[in-house]
């Protein structure tokens, strides 16, 4: 009776062990490494994304409240397109790529914020110059 028990005590190891091990397999297998991901023909750089991310930006926040704010916006960033000399083809495609890769996304944003910052406070932007 006592080696039954053992045996039952044995088997349910075994199977807590081997749903641990299929679990944690599942688990790596699922973490892949992600392999680089090519630029799209066109890729705008980052400055000019910030750029054009910073214009964008502005003419939205312009329009806000405006009576079809909506349509404007849509206008305004066709415009803000066309005086960087880009196509919304582009302009989304170059937003894609910098999206799956978050890094260069960050560092593009945080160049918007001062783009958007020195634009409102160019008293600021010049002291910090000097």
């Known amino acids: 009776m006592a080696i039954r028990v053992k045996l039952k005590v044995i088997c349910y190891k075994l199977k807590t062990a ?6 944690a397999l599942c ?3 699922s973490c892949s490494y992600k392999k680089d991901i090519p630029p799209p023909p066109g890729l705008l750089d980052e400055n000019k994304m910030a750029l054009v991310i910073s214009d964008i930006t502005l ?18 960033k066709i ?6 000399g880009i196509s919304n083809e582009q302009f989304l495609s170059s937003m894609k790529y910098y999206s799956e890769n978050p890094l260069k996304l960050k560092g593009i944003y945080m160049e918007v914020e001062q783009l958007i910052n020195a ?6 932007d010049t002291a910090i110059k000097k």
């Open 18 to 23: 081997s749903c641990l091990l299929f679990t």
């Open 119 to 124: 634009q409102l406070n160019p008293a600021a």
């Open 79 to 84: 415009n803000v397109l066309k005086e960087h």
């Open 27 to 29: 688990l790596l297998s």
């Open 59 to 76: 003419s939205e926040a312009i329009l806000t409240g405006q009576p079809l704010a909506l349509l404007n916006d849509s206008i305004k």
